[in-house]
């Protein structure tokens, strides 16, 4: 027997109470054990249908989006630039250098 944490017990129990329809509820619950016999039998020919119609549902996909033509410009995406260490070791060493000239120095 394997240990299930009681905080996903009292999880899935309490969606599967107020969400009679969650199959994610009623998967958990009847691979773990926690509902009554009769319920998990009937339960366990539904789960078995639903992974059939699954299956058979997996060939006709539909297609996929069309791909984006080249050199068109892409709304709302942003590529950030990656920093590389140089880049932080180089600003480090700055620092330590007195990069910050003018701060808390006063003019002569």
């Given at each position: 027997m394997h240990?299930?944490?009681?905080?996903?017990?009292?999880?899935?129990?309490?969606?599967l109470?107020q969400?009679?329809?969650?199959?994610m509820?009623?998967d958990?619950?009847?691979?773990?054990?926690?509902?009554e016999?009769?319920v998990a039998?009937k339960?366990y020919?539904a789960?078995?249908?639903r992974?059939?119609?699954?299956?058979?549902?997996?060939?006709?996909k539909?297609?996929?989006?069309?791909?984006a033509?080249?050199g068109?410009?892409?709304t709302g995406?942003k590529k950030?630039?990656k920093?590389?260490l140089?880049?932080d070791?180089?600003y480090d060493a700055?620092?330590?250098?007195?990069?910050?000239?003018?701060i808390?120095v006063?003019a002569?």
């Amino acid at each position: 027997m394997h240990f299930i944490p009681l905080y996903s017990r009292v999880f899935y129990e309490t969606l599967l109470r107020q969400r009679p329809d969650s199959i994610m509820a009623k998967d958990w619950c009847l691979a773990y054990g926690v509902m009554e016999e009769s319920v998990a039998k009937k339960e366990y020919k539904a789960q078995i249908k639903r992974k059939e119609a699954g299956k058979s549902s997996a060939g006709s996909k539909s297609p996929p989006p069309p791909a984006a033509k080249s050199g068109s410009k892409k709304t709302g995406s942003k590529k950030k630039k990656k920093r590389k260490l140089e880049d932080d070791v180089a600003y480090d060493a700055g620092m330590d250098a007195g990069g910050d000239e003018g701060i808390g120095v006063a003019a002569l």
